[in-house]
């Protein structure tokens, strides 16, 4: 083991440190994935994140999370004893501190070194080649946080030098060139639209891009400390389209037709600048000509962005209802009747326990297993009725 690594610190989940029985709570929860910590306090100014460069909060905070901190050698010394058991795979939370970057990769190299179990992380990135880096390192997934919708939303929230555009683009070139590996982290409750959230949605799907969407979380300490949460009746109606998103473009390929084949197989291969380049932000609305099939100069590619047709907004472009024909889908149905909709979404084996639910509730906004019974058929008769 490298001694200059093996006595740094690094933050562990309170429940990942638990299952590695380096810290003793209470907890019905459970994850078969790591989640660990690489540094404090952000050279950015999220305003709603608790390591932002202002925040007040904790620096052992990182959403509802506690993070405690424990040497590399200990939580690696753990990890090789649980791994391919209770741990099957590891994320690393990486904060943007002066360094981080090349902090990360040497620690990555490490525990790919000692350890057999995959290894993902969500890290600022600002370019292809910080990706190709990476993924040439082995990292198995990248999560990438856009956290806003919509470009005016961005700029009241990141504070930071990227502009909602070019994150954007980045993701979907990341995507293009690492088909399923990569994750956009979407925060709904900043003051989007649903049109908004959905618009992006249709567009990083279309490009073979994963989405973990969260629950906006007021954290004490933090500049959005007092703004109000995302009520959950709109979060769950959210949460429904993008499952139905998800499993429409699973199965559709880039002329629209529907495909019975294994999702591995199923890659995009338009040319992104085909796709993106010709983006127009507008205050709180995304505007592509691709979303206009009149206007597009390739109506084939064009069919791959949803319209929404099925779905009724009101005039603050806010989901209201959804057609009935739509709705008795036999497809549609499942959705409802399964729950898997209400679970929390990203990377594979993500499950990120109670990161933006108080764990004394029992309807939750992102559900960590699959929901109770009753939740799911309450869930479905409000859905249905709307």
């Avoid at 099957?88 to 990555?108: A, M």
């Avoid at 127009?280 to 047709?309: A, C, G, H, P, T």
Wanted: charge should be negative; include cysteine; charged fraction near 25%.
């Amino acid at each position: 083991m490298n001694e200059n690594l093996e006595k740094k610190l690094i933050g562990v989940s309170a429940l990942t440190a638990s299952v590695l029985e380096i810290k003793k709570i209470r907890s019905k929860a459970s994850s078969n994935q790591a989640y660990l910590l690489l540094g404090s306090r952000c050279q950015n100014s999220c305003t709603f994140c608790s390591q932002g460069k202002f925040a007040k909060s904790s620096d052992s905070l990182l959403s509802r999370v506690t993070w405690p901190k424990y040497e590399i050698k200990t939580v690696l010394e753990k990890l090789k004893e649980k791994q391919n058991d209770k741990i099957k795979k590891i994320c690393f939370q990486v904060v943007s501190y002066p360094g981080y970057f090349e902090d990360f990769l040497q620690i990555l190299d490490l525990f790919r070194a000692e350890l057999s179990i995959p290894i993902g992380a969500s890290i600022n990135v600002s370019s292809m080649d910080d990706i190709d880096e990476l993924f040439g390192h082995n990292l198995v997934n990248l999560g990438i946080a856009i956290d806003a919708s919509s470009d005016s939303i961005y700029k009241k929230v990141k504070n930071n030098k990227n502009s909602f555009d070019t994150t954007l683009q980045l993701i979907i070139k990341a995507a293009n060139n690492y088909p399923s590996k990569v994750t956009a982290h979407i925060i709904a409750g900043l003051g989007e639209t649903d049109r908004d959230l959905l618009n992006l949605f249709s567009i990083l799907l279309a490009n073979d891009a994963n989405i973990a969407l969260f629950a906006f979380t007021p954290v004490k300490g933090t500049e959005l400390e007092n703004y109000p949460r995302i009520s959950i009746e709109r979060y769950r109606y959210i949460q429904f389209v993008l499952e139905y998103l998800k499993k429409k473009y699973l199965l559709t390929d880039k002329k629209g037709n529907c495909l019975e084949i294994d999702k591995n197989d199923l890659h995009l291969e338009t040319d992104v600048n085909d796709l993106h380049l010709k983006t127009k932000i507008k205050d709180n609305y995304i505007e592509m000509d691709i979303l206009n099939v009149s206007n597009s100069k390739n109506n084939e590619i064009s069919r791959l962005y949803d319209d929404f047709s099925y779905i009724s907004f009101d005039m603050n472009e806010m989901i209201v209802s959804f057609s009935s024909s739509f709705l008795n889908e036999p497809g549609v149905l499942s959705i409802l009747d399964d729950g898997e909709y209400m679970e929390t979404s990203g990377c594979n084996l993500c499950n990120r326990p109670f990161y933006n639910d108080n764990p004394y509730d029992k309807d939750l906004y992102n559900h960590h297993q699959k929901p109770d019974k009753e939740i799911i058929q309450y869930w479905k008769n409000k859905i249905l009725s709307l």
